[in-house]
Each structure stands twice: as C-alpha cells, then as structure tokens.
C-alpha cells in the first residue's frame, strides 16, 4: 500500500466509515478531512491506494504503508513551465489571475458542480505553487478560511493541502522537470487536472 503522507498523517490506525463509492476511487472522511481510496497508486495528496475498493457504508481501518510525499518544489523555470501549460491548455482566467493579485478566491471557492469544484481547482492549483515557491502567505489569503461552509469536504481538503505547498504527482513531476507530466495532470479527473494546471501557470507567473 503506497499513501499520501497527510493522509496518513491523519488516518492511520483510524476506524472511518465510507462515506462514498464509485467506479474506481471511495471516499473516507474523519472530522472533515476527506481520504480518496483507490486500487492504484495515489495522484492526489489525501490519496491512499488499497487492495480493493469498499463499498459506501463499510468501516475501515487505514493502516501504515509506504509514504508518498505530495510536497511541491519551486520550479527552477517558472515562466516556461506556465508557457507550456497555456500552450496546451489555454490561458489562465483573468479572475484567478485577479484574485491571485488581490490575495482573495473568495468568488471562485465553490464555484461549478461536483465533488471538486472548478473554482476550486483552480485556486488550489495557484496556492499550491506559490506555497511551494515561498509564498506561503499568499497561499493561504487565496484560499481564504471557514471552507466547509463554502465548498465541498474533498474540495476544502484539497484546498487546505494545497495552501501548505501539497499538490497532484503529475504537478509534483512537472514542476520537478518532466515535461511529460503535463498530459498526465491534464487527464486527471473529468476536469480536475485542466483546472490544476490553469491555477499553477497563474501561480508561476504573477
């Protein structure tokens, strides 16, 4: 088993009922915090990968494996990473790159359908490069607080990593330097990972 060092942080050794269950990932929650439960190795940084997915209802035990830290570095070329990530998937919006400026996301927290909002996403992929590049306090004025009140648990977990400088492993490997972890982060999710991206390239530049 290979998991998300917050996750475990948090989890571990911990009795959690499943609190959702779908095709290919379920969801556990403790005291607000949101785990994502996969067969596969984890891509996001509440990630931890099972033996088999358990069904909504079922009580679990989350137990000690192998440790992926989910930490961000600074790019070393941060103005052609955010090029390479327009070229692909467009450019920013204007508002992210408006509320970046302004240090506030409280009009794009919560913002779209599903269990990860697109506001949210896009705010979490900002916040969590500027974490990493040392401008933590940024970050954290970007994702604002009292999040449960505003968005979805997952969406305010992911969030809350991401304004400590934790993001997906295909972000992870394209700030390290692998070009190719681009597409990767962009097939993440129905449309999590376009969102990520368009965050970081805002985070990279402004």
């Known amino acids: 088993m290979i998991a998300a060092r917050p996750a475990l942080e948090r989890l571990a050794g911990r009795r959690v009922k499943v609190a959702g269950a779908g ?14 439960l996969t067969t596969t190795a984890p891509l996001l940084p509440n990630g931890i990968q ?10 679990i035990v989350v137990v000690d494996g192998e440790v992926w830290e989910p ?4 790019a070393a070329h941060p103005g052609g990473v955010s090029a390479r990530i327009s070229a692909a998937a467009g450019d920013p919006p204007d508002e992210l790159v408006a509320a970046i400026r302004s240090a506030d996301g409280t009009a794009l927290v919560g913002r779209g359908p599903g269990l ?6 896009l705010v979490a992929g900002a916040a969590a ?30 969030l809350e990593l991401a304004g400590t400088g934790l993001g997906p492993e295909p972000l992870q490997a394209l700030l390290a330097g692998d070009p190719a972890a681009l597409d990767r982060l962009l097939r993440l999710g129905h449309s999590t990972g376009r969102a990520y991206a368009l965050g970081a390239a805002a985070g990279l530049i402004v």
Not at 135 to 150: E, I, K, Q
């Open 50 to 59: 099972v033996a088999r997915l358990p069904r909504a209802g079922e009580a």
């Open 129 to 158: 490069v500027l974490a990493a590049s040392g401008r933590g306090s940024l970050a954290a004025a970007l994702v604002g607080t009292d999040l449960r009140r505003r968005t979805t648990a997952l969406s305010a977990t992911l």
């Open 23 to 36: 095709r290919d990932a379920a969801y556990i929650e403790d005291g607000g915090f949101v785990g994502i």
């Open 116 to 121: 990860t909002p697109e506001g949210d996403d």
């Open 71 to 74: 930490a961000l570095a600074a």
